[in-house]
């Protein structure tokens, strides 16, 4: 019986970023992104800081709407969730990024916002903020404002998110279903395919969700494979590269060992040559002439 193999781990942060770039794009113009960024001089690390240029300028996307100049983003792949620990880390990163400035109050307490980003509701934490007399606003679909708190914050749970105006955070899942959500993300993609960003996320969705991505759908599987044509032809024109250079090695391999098997070279002699002249190891110039020796006899 064959024994089950190991589960991929997927890397959801990377993921994550693009996505959240993509999502951001309309105003990605007025928004530098900082992924993994370090504060302090010990490990302390926020996942995404975005910064606005322009404060006279508003974001448009709705995950972005509560954006002021410093705005902290914590994210919990599929699976994880905000625990109230983690909630007043963040909130500790917050205001350990206000300080470590070269001005006494250089970034204002009202520039900073923080998001927390997690698939489903975290209950315990709501339950424990309610009771710290914090309030819950249901601004839209997916996206929770925490009011009661110095620094405006928000809580955004991707599988609430509108599928129409989030599509690519909203299926950041393991759990997708609809096959025509499957191929919307195909279609959507199909018109980013040479954008890295959409090509990292449009991955990780793939990797995470291969039944509804099945090779059993005629029009999901060429959509696929166009999709990931580009990766393919990478790959094989790599394969081919390689293979004419071995094919150029080879061919020279073989005309040293026939040249000095004509002269009357000892083997030993033919082995440093191969060595030298092709610049291998003595164990690759023993198979070229195990290769081409015979041959030459």
């Known amino acids: 019986m064959e024994e089950p193999k190991e589960k991929k781990l997927l890397q959801w942060h990377p993921g994550f970023y693009a996505g959240l770039q993509i999502e951001l794009e309309e105003d990605a113009d007025n928004l530098e992104f900082q992924n993994e960024y370090q504060i302090g001089t010990k490990p302390k690390e926020i996942d995404v800081l975005i910064v606005k240029k322009n404060m006279e300028n508003p974001v448009h996307k709705n995950i972005g709407r509560i954006f002021r100049k410093h705005n902290i983003i914590e994210y919990k792949s599929p699976g994880d969730y ?5 909630y007043y880390k963040v909130y500790g990163y917050a205001c350990f990024y206000k300080s470590q400035t070269a001005k006494i109050d250089e970034i204002k307490i009202e520039e900073i916002t923080v998001s927390f980003v997690c698939e489903y509701k975290p209950a315990k934490l709501i339950r424990h903020l309610k009771e710290q ?3 819950i606003k249901n601004v839209e679909p997916g996206i929770y404002h925490i009011e009661g708190m110095r620094i405006p914050i928000q809580l955004i ?3 609430q998110l509108s599928k129409d105006e989030n599509l690519w955070l909203g299926n950041l899942t393991k759990n997708l279903k609809e096959r025509e959500t499957a191929e919307k993300l195909v279609l959507e993609y199909g018109k980013h395919e040479k954008d890295p960003r959409y090509q990292a996320v449009m991955n990780l969705i793939v990797e995470a969700n291969q039944e509804v991505f099945s090779k059993e759908d005629e029009k999901m599987c ?3 494979r166009k ?8 790959r094989e024109n790599i394969g081919r590269t390689e293979g004419r250079i071995e094919g150029r090695v080879e061919g020279r391999a073989e005309g040293i060992i026939e040249t000095g098997m004509e002269i009357g070279l000892s083997e030993e002699d033919i082995l440093g040559k191969l060595q030298k002249k092709l610049d291998v190891s003595l164990q690759k110039a023993q198979e070229y002439l195990h290769m081409f020796g015979k041959q030459t006899v």
Not at 82 to 86: E, G, Q
């Open 82 to 86: 905000i625990s109230i620990d983690d």
């Open 133 to 135: 007399g914090c309030r």
């Open 157 to 159: 749970l991707t599988s």
């Open 222 to 224: 060429e959509a696929l």
């Open 227 to 234: 999709i990931m044509s580009d990766e393919l032809e990478e």
